[in-house]
């Protein structure tokens, strides 16, 4: 499975009070870890959309990571709770459509875990990079690209979604 | 909001930062892929971008070239994102318009490779450019701030920011779990490298704090929770019953004598239990307020509902006793809290090899220091467990300091104290005393001279860790009368055994044992050794994650006094900075309701651990309190209708970053 050639493509999304700092610490400590990974910052876990992260698969990522602060000291008292519940729900989503689950992983850094965000940043691109590519052909219909594909699902909801004033 | 496509015009500027960015990411590459995004109006790239020349450029850009939106691809928004808001909000730009890619400390200094840094940083500039390109311009919000401080934690750092505080005219609220304030610090005989008495230097500031009009103190009593966040907490105070009117005692102490218990008994923890006290005490003479506490667990009259009451009787028509006290929670409204905590003493008995807690004459620092005070256990003379004086003291460095089993770090005070020690058992006894340490940190000011001093004193310094201590031969395992130090001079190349009377063991100071449990009641973090973890390790000292909370002493990191009553005074002065200035500006980030798209499922009310969200019934929908919502966007990302929305994080500016970053070569 695992290709030497194969560059994954990850997006990681850090909360604003403990993840993204730790990853501003790991670079003040000059701590490398793979470029493939690129981050987005959010207040907190919390407000990672689950949609947002079905998007990034969309947009062809290989993997999805969401990091936020350690229970229990989520700078927004609990919402970190929230962003586990969710995390549970959007892996069976994902088995559902052929993603594994797998491909999406959460993690708990603290804003002092510079050294250990980057060693699970490692070690999620590793892991990501032995599932392989994500192969799209096989989780969408044959012949059907995969952005159509995403506008198509949206169109045959768009009445349900129109707003009634 | 900008509608058409031709109005945007947005100005990227790629910092170098000296080399930090431009020698591991080609700039010149990057402002040229910057040229080419869809809007952008002009690309530059500069030496220092946060110097005054780098925002002078943006501001004279944003005039001349009519710039509405604005990307820094520089050092962490957490940096620098006030500094460009600023310069953008100068020119006449609505701060929020401006984006901040990072890749300093997300690309240059992460990365090794030249061109993946490149790639990286192209992606991370392409997400700025088409996140900014949604964002609209917003209005600053702000709060009253209450103009009170409290400060929790009564040790030399507590008391030092309380009476800073007070002096400049601010109410503060002094909060110390012990029955007197004081601290570790009152508990010391002399204070190194000067040799000041502890108590003579410490006790006017205690009796300053009594005396303050504008501080309330309130004694044995702790946190219990903390609600709100900077400028309004909301702290409760859980105030123990001291079964004592404090108002009413005037401080005799003839209670204490007139207890029916004549002789006392229990362990004073103020002496480390090696003094004793009656079931009403007071911990040390100079205890302030100076008023006893009745122990609940030990008194007769609590305990079993019936004694003579000597105390009572003793107390006379002052009547100051209330044997029906109860706890009370008490709840008080500050604008910013000073955390002042302290430290722990390392407990060696973890420690097999050095026979703490098995030989009677090993002692920890602490337990020296009390024995030396005055106030002490023993009137200040320096003796053995069977009350003879020590003719030769062994004293051992870096005891769960600098060892990986224990504590990594240094505790910085220990070897200092530690020639105190030497010096003052000298001083007090003709005791030989060997030091026996790994190296001598004394980097203070008038450390090495008085280094030097304890030298020339005579005391015999071995260079080396002491690996055991043992009774000496055939005196049984108690030993109740030698010790043998067995210490590996790297000096001398040999292991030595050197037999004393008295063992000191140079404690480190660690974390508070519930220090995890108080910093998640302030909402602040623990660097890895569990100390309390501030902003910026060199720039912002004194301030924690959580705004408004502050940092003082050695909560934050093992300091010793003139460090601790330095950064006591700059925690005032933060806390003085923020509740003077009236008002408070609200995170700018909260989260709204699309009233036409709400379909009032309440689904976003229960995930708000604010209360911010509250049903309007009449409307059917939800309505969300700008001034409680701390904007963590939970609600955003649960809403079923797309109703709830972030401002500077809304969905479609997220989904454009998204778009920018999936960029992959």
């Known amino acids: 499975m695992s290709d030497e050639t194969f560059k994954p493509k990850i997006v990681a999304f850090l909360c604003n009070w403990c993840s993204y700092t730790a990853s501003d610490l790991a670079g003040t400590a000059r701590i490398k870890y793979s470029p493939r990974v690129r981050i987005i910052r959010v207040m907190c876990s919390g407000r990672v959309d689950p949609s947002f992260v079905l998007k990034a698969f969309a947009l062809g990522a290989d993997g999805v990571l969401v990091a936020g602060c350690h229970p229990g000291d989520c700078h927004y008292i609990e919402q970190n709770y929230k962003t586990m519940r969710r995390d549970v729900m959007l892996r069976y989503f994902l088995e559902q459509m052929g993603i594994e689950p797998g491909r999406l992983r959460l993690v708990w850094a603290s804003a002092a875990e510079g050294q250990y965000l980057a060693e699970s940043i490692n070690t999620f691109v590793a892991d990501v990079r032995t599932l392989g590519p994500l192969n799209w052909s096989d989780v969408l219909h044959d012949g059907v690209r995969r952005e159509e594909a995403f506008e198509e699902i949206a169109a045959e909801h768009a009445e349900a979604m129109e707003v009634q004033p | ?665």
């Not at chain 2, 407990?347 to 097999?352: A, G, K, L």
């Open chain 2, 1 to 665: 909001m900008i509608t058409s496509d031709e109005e945007l015009r947005i100005g990227v500027y790629v910092c170098h930062c000296g080399s930090n960015i431009a020698g591991a990411i080609d700039v010149e590459a990057l402002t040229k892929f910057a040229e080419q995004l869809p809007h952008v109006a002009l690309a530059r790239h500069y030496k220092y971008m946060c110097a005054d020349p780098g925002q002078e450029l943006v501001k004279r850009d944003i005039v001349e070239f009519g710039l509405n939106r604005i990307v820094v691809a520089a050092c962490s928004p957490n940096l620098h994102e006030p500094t460009f808001r600023r310069a953008a909000e100068d020119a006449g730009l609505n701060r929020f318009l401006v984006q901040i890619a990072n890749i300093r400390e997300q690309v240059a200094w992460v990365t090794e490779d030249k061109q993946e840094a490149l790639e990286k940083a192209e992606a991370h500039l392409a997400a700025a450019v088409r996140r900014v390109a949604q964002h609209e311009p917003l209005q600053r919000q702000f709060v009253r701030i209450v103009p009170r401080a409290m400060v929790v934690g009564g040790g030399i750092a507590g008391i030092q920011a309380a009476l800073t505080l007070a002096d400049a005219g601010r109410e503060v609220i002094l909060v110390e779990r012990e029955p007197s304030i004081g601290g570790h610090m009152a508990m010391f005989d002399k204070t190194f490298p000067t040799l000041d008495c502890a108590a003579c230097i410490l006790t006017p500031k205690m009796t300053a704090v009594k005396l303050h009009s504008n501080i309330k103190m309130l004694t044995y009593s702790t946190v219990e929770s903390v609600e709100g966040s900077v400028g309004n907490f909301r702290v409760k105070v859980r105030r123990k019953p001291r079964y004592i009117d404090e108002n009413l005692c005037v401080g005799c102490m003839q209670c204490i004598d007139g207890c029916v218990f004549t002789k006392a008994k229990f362990p004073n923890a103020f002496d480390q239990g090696l003094g004793l006290r009656k079931p009403v005490w007071i911990p040390f003479p100079q205890a302030v307020p100076p008023v006893p506490v009745v122990d609940p667990e030990v008194c007769l009259q609590i305990t079993r509902g019936k004694c003579k009451q000597g105390c009572v009787e003793a107390c006379g028509e002052r009547n100051a006793f209330r044997f029906d006290q109860q706890e009370k929670i008490e709840e008080y409204e500050v604008g910013a809290i000073i955390v002042a905590t302290g430290f722990q003493a390392f407990d060696p008995s973890v420690i097999p090899y050095y026979g703490y807690g098995k030989y009677p004459n090993v002692y920890t620092s602490l337990e020296v220091e009390r024995l030396l005070n005055a106030g002490g256990p023993t009137g200040g003379k320096l003796v053995l467990r069977d009350g003879s004086t020590p003719k030769r003291v062994g004293i051992v460095h870096c005891v769960g300091s600098r060892d990986a089993n224990y504590h990594v770090y240094c505790s910085r005070v220990c070897c200092m104290y530690a020639l105190k020690l030497a010096h003052l058992v000298r001083e007090k006894t003709d005791a030989e005393v060997y030091n026996c340490y790994i190296d001598i940190r004394a980097p203070g000011k008038g450390f090495e001279e008085f280094y030097n001093r304890v030298q020339n004193e005579g005391v015999r310094f071995i260079r080396g860790k002491v690996a055991d201590v043992t009774p000496v031969a055939g005196q049984g395992t108690t030993a109740e009368g030698g010790l043998v130090m067995q210490v590996d001079d790297t000096l001398l190349g040999k292991i030595r055994q050197i037999n004393v009377d008295m063992v000191i063991l140079a404690v480190a100071l660690e974390p508070r044992a519930d220090a995890n449990e108080v910093r998640r009641e302030f909402g602040i973090s623990c660097s890895a050794e569990g100390f309390f973890l501030e902003k910026h390790p060199k720039l912002a000292p004194v301030n924690t994650a959580n705004d408004g909370v502050l940092l003082a002493g050695a909560c934050q990191a093992a300091k010793d006094i003139p460090d601790t009553v330095a950064q006591a005074d700059a925690a005032a002065a933060k806390a003085l900075m923020l509740i003077d200035a009236g008002q408070i500006e609200l995170e700018p980030n909260t989260a709204w309701v699309d009233e036409k798209m709400c379909s009032g499922c309440k689904t976003c009310i229960a995930l708000c651990p604010y209360q911010a969200i509250r049903a309007d019934e009449e409307r059917k929908i939800a309505v969300i309190d700008q001034a409680l919502c701390k904007g963590c966007g939970t609600c955003v990302a649960a809403c079923p209708s797309g109703a709830a929305k972030q401002h500077l994080f809304a969905d479609q500016q997220v989904n454009e970053e998204l778009e920018g970053l999936m960029n992959y070569v």
